[in-house]
C-alpha cells in the first residue's frame, strides 16, 4: 500500500498534510465528503483507509469524553460500500460503533456482492445493521431472505408470506413514486410511499438560501395488515 503513495508523486503531496483535524470533525456539525470516479477503482483503496484511520481518532476520543460517547454523532454514509477494498475489522466495527454514537449507513447493490468483498464476516455485518430499507433487486437469494424475515400470515388456516418474492419485485419504482419495504428490528415490515430524490427542492445543490417548501411526508403502512387484506380479498374470490 506504501508503494502506491511512493510511486504517484500527486498522491503523495495531496495526502501529505491536512487542513483539517478529526477531533475537530465530532465537536460540531460538519459534513466531509470522499469523491472518487466510479470507473476507476485505483485509488479506492483511499476511502477504505480513511474511513477505518478515522474512524480509530473517534473511539480514542469518544473514550476521553463523557460516557465514552461522543458528542456529536458521527454517521458514516457510505454508498457503493461492497464495491470498494475491504475495510479492515468492518465486522468489528459496525458492532462497536452505536454504543460511542457513531452510526453506518451501507448501501450494497446485492447481497452477492457483500459475500464477495466480505466473505464469512458478511453475515456479521447484516446482522449489525438494524434497519433495513429494500428498493428493487433481482437476486433470488435476497429475495428469499427478505421475504423470509417478513414473516407470515395465516388466512383461511393457510400461512402466506406477508411478502413473497413475486410481490418484492413488484414494488412500485417511479421518477415521482416509489415503494420502499422498511425492517426495523422491534416493529413489523411496513412500506412507504417515498419520493425519488430528483424531486426534493436544492435536489441539484444549487446554492439557494434555505426556506420552507411544501413537501408532504412519506405516508407508511403496515406490510403485513396491507397484504393480508390485499391475499385475504384474492382468496376470498
Not at 170 to 190: N, T
Request: aromatic share 12%; hydrophobic share 40%; charged share 25%.
Amino acid at each position: 500500500m506504501v508503494r502506491c503513495f511512493l510511486l504517484n508523486k500527486k498522491l503523495m503531496s495531496m495526502t501529505d498534510s491536512s487542513e483539517f483535524e478529526f477531533e475537530e470533525i465530532v465537536k460540531e456539525k460538519t459534513a466531509l465528503y470522499l469523491i472518487t470516479p466510479d470507473e476507476k477503482t485505483t485509488f479506492h483503496f483511499l476511502v477504505s483507509v480513511f474511513v477505518k484511520q478515522c474512524y480509530e481518532v473517534f473511539i480514542d476520543y469518544a473514550q476521553k469524553c463523557k460516557g465514552g460517547v461522543l458528542p456529536v454523532r458521527v454517521n458514516y454514509i457510505l454508498d457503493e460500500f461492497s464495491n470498494f477494498p475491504q475495510i479492515s475489522d468492518m465486522p468489528a466495527m459496525i458492532s462497536a460503533a452505536r454504543s460511542r454514537n457513531i452510526r453506518f449507513i451501507l448501501v450494497v447493490q446485492s447481497k452477492q456482492q457483500l459475500l464477495s468483498g466480505y466473505g464469512d464476516t458478511a453475515e456479521t455485518i447484516k446482522s449489525n445493521c438494524r434497519t433495513w430499507v429494500y428498493l428493487s433487486c433481482r437476486e433470488l437469494s435476497l429475495l428469499n431472505e427478505i421475504s423470509e424475515l417478513c414473516g407470515t400470515v395465516e388466512i383461511n388456516d393457510r400461512e402466506h408470506p406477508v411478502l413473497s418474492i413475486t410481490q418484492l419485485q413488484r414494488l412500485k419504482i417511479g421518477w415521482e413514486d416509489s415503494q420502499a419495504l422498511i425492517m426495523r428490528s422491534g416493529i413489523s415490515p411496513y412500506l412507504s410511499w417515498v419520493k425519488d430524490f430528483s424531486v426534493y427542492p436544492q435536489a441539484k445543490f444549487d446554492p439557494v438560501p434555505f426556506i420552507e417548501h411544501d413537501i408532504k411526508p412519506a405516508t407508511c403502512f403496515s406490510a403485513p395488515k396491507y397484504m393480508y387484506n390485499i391475499l385475504k380479498s384474492e382468496l376470498d374470490s
